[in-house]
């Protein structure tokens, strides 16, 4: 076990989780919750109103109207929810308010626990100049760049000649690629520094940005940390990331085909080193670029639980969720780096409410039907379901398809085997893309690097008979459950029990007089 250096921190039972999300990472929280006894409380919006995460909760409060600037953003409110209900803590999930330093700091004021790190390391990794500098004085590998926002074109022009073209000039408020131009030639360095800074002034309302070595045709690898409050830090190995659409995952993996045990430990400790440097407590991630000579830099942290946790989960056996509550309670970590070892391999699949065909252009509406694929090695966490809706106003992710193999090769044909069963009528989503990638000889191989959709993909790429046939069939079997449905064969199914009928009523209440 762990040795702990603060043994006087007190460990406080949670009794009840106010999980202020929707969609499936909320029901991905609320089933952990409910295996350990925690009682549960659901936030939502006005269209929200009949969701999954709403149906699964012990409680569930209204809290506004779709816009999440009116609902799931709203920090008073929620907290409100959260006293009015008596929970003691509050999972904020991914997105939203997760990676918001002072609502981490207003739940501590408001004696709620806050599953996630501490404001000052939110903060410290919201910032990337912040956290380049936090990182280089910890020894994490790192691009050759400039330590802080650059104020001029002068200042910018040396840097880049001092790094090597090409450079990179990315926002310091930024991440998620906004503010971010590739500069490859010395005349171009000027046009693309105004442009970046003007688009970092309008996405994040700060201009500042820095420059980096460009790294070409990296892979993204990300390792997961896990951080108590005593001191111990362990990771749980990596997952790679690389097949990307504008900046959104579209399929993870872990373990990553290229990583050797030599490199995977010296990422590992580096990921470490990351989170002690900034005081990290919780789940966390370090991302990395490792290039084509397998040398890794980091790039940031994300201070959350991230979409594609449920990969580590099937490598390493564990619940992330389960480990993030037991910190948070302030206990020690159950395990050390020795216990943690890779069993088998676990691929991921968002399945996103968007059109491949016409570039993945957002397909929001009623899913008229939704038929998960089961079997051995299969999960499917998703936050809606037949009858309810994909909606405008949120994220169009239906779900995460997730496999687990012995090997990449049997969850890699296990995840195309799963993608051919789930069956989606009433929207277009991205199933046939997800096998298009399945089913591609060089991510087969593991050899993709960040750029693979723009250089592989193509919508005549997509199997024809992904919308012709099976469209008819579903349409057949849309037809046939709207004739049951109408005909009433089958009793109407009230919070998951029989609506009684007459009969039924009669029968009960024979049986409580007559007995
Ligand atoms: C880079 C890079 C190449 N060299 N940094 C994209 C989002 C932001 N978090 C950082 N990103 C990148 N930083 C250097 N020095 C290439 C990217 C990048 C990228 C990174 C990971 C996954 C997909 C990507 C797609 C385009 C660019």
New binding site residues.
């Given amino acids: 076990m762990p040795s702990s250096s603060d043994s006087s921190a007190p460990v406080q039972a949670i009794r009840k989780v106010l999980v202020a999300n929707r969609g499936e990472i909320a029901v991905r929280v609320i089933r952990t919750c409910r295996e350990l006894g925690i009682e549960t409380v659901a936030v939502f919006s006005t269209p929200d109103r009949t969701a999954p995460h709403v149906r699964l909760a012990d409680e569930a409060y209204h809290i506004g109207p779709a816009a999440s600037s009116e609902s799931y953003l709203k920090q008073e409110k929620i907290l409100d929810v959260a006293r009015d209900s008596g929970a003691d803590a509050i999972h904020p999930g991914y997105g939203f308010l997760s990676e918001n330093a002072s609502f981490s700091n207003a739940c501590t004021e408001a004696g709620i626990t806050f599953i996630g790190p501490r404001p000052d390391a939110i903060r410290a990794m919201g910032d990337k100049t912040a956290a380049r500098t936090m990182m280089q004085e910890a020894g994490v590998p790192m ?1 050759p ?1 400039t330590p802080d926002a650059i104020e001029d074109r002068e200042e910018a022009a040396a840097a880049a000649e001092e790094i090597g073209y090409p450079v ?1 000039i ?1 926002a310091a408020a ?4 906004k503010g ?1 131009r590739i500069v490859r030639e010395a005349e171009n360095l000027h046009r693309a520094l105004e442009m970046a800074q003007s688009e970092a002034k309008s996405a994040f309302g700060d201009g500042r940005v820095f420059v ?5 045709q ?1 892979r ?1 690898v990300e390792i997961q940390i896990l951080a108590d409050a005593h001191g111990n830090v362990v990771h749980l190995f990596e997952r790679e ?2 097949i ?1 659409r504008r ?1 959104q995952k579209v399929v993870e993996e872990a373990p990553s085909p290229i990583l050797t045990p030599q490199l995977r430990a010296a990422m590992g400790e580096a990921a470490i080193n990351a989170a002690r440097a900034c005081g990290y407590v919780n789940a966390g991630t370090v ?1 990395f ?1 490792v290039d084509a000579d397998r040398n890794f ?1 980091f ?2 942290m994300n201070t959350r639980l991230q979409v594609e946790h449920p990969v580590t989960e099937g490598i390493t056996g564990l619940d992330l969720v389960a480990e993030q509550i037991r910190v948070a309670e302030g206990h020690p970590l159950r395990m050390s780096q020795d216990d943690l070892s890779i069993n088998g391999h676990s691929i991921e699949c968002r399945i996103y409410a968007e059109d491949p065909a016409s570039n993945f252009l957002p397909d929001p509406g009623p899913l008229h039907r939704h038929v998960p694929p089961s079997g051995i090695g299969v999960r499917l966490d998703a936050g809606v379901e037949e009858g309810g809706e994909v909606l405008i106003h949120y994220d169009p992710m239906i779900s995460k398809l997730v496999t687990w193999g012995r090997t990449r090769e049997e969850a890699v044909r296990r995840m195309d085997r799963a993608l051919s069963e789930y069956t989606i009528a009433g929207v277009q989503t991205t199933i046939p893309f997800c096998r298009f990638v399945m089913q591609h000889e060089g991510f087969r191989n593991g050899n993709m690097s ?2 693979f959709v723009d250089e592989e993909f193509s919508p005549e790429k997509l199997k024809p008979q992904d919308s012709g046939l099976e469209e008819a069939a579903v349409l057949a079997a849309v037809l046939a459950h709207s004739e049951r449905s109408n005909m009433q064969e089958t009793p109407t199914l009230v919070d998951g029990k029989e609506t009684p009928t007459s009969s039924t009523w009669k029968t009960n209440r024979r049986q409580y007089q007559g007995g």
């Fill in positions: 691009a760049g990179l990315k930024g991440g998620g690629g971010m980096e070595k460009y790294i070409d990296p993204h990331c690389s990307q900046h991302e670029l830099y790039m940031e960040t750029h």
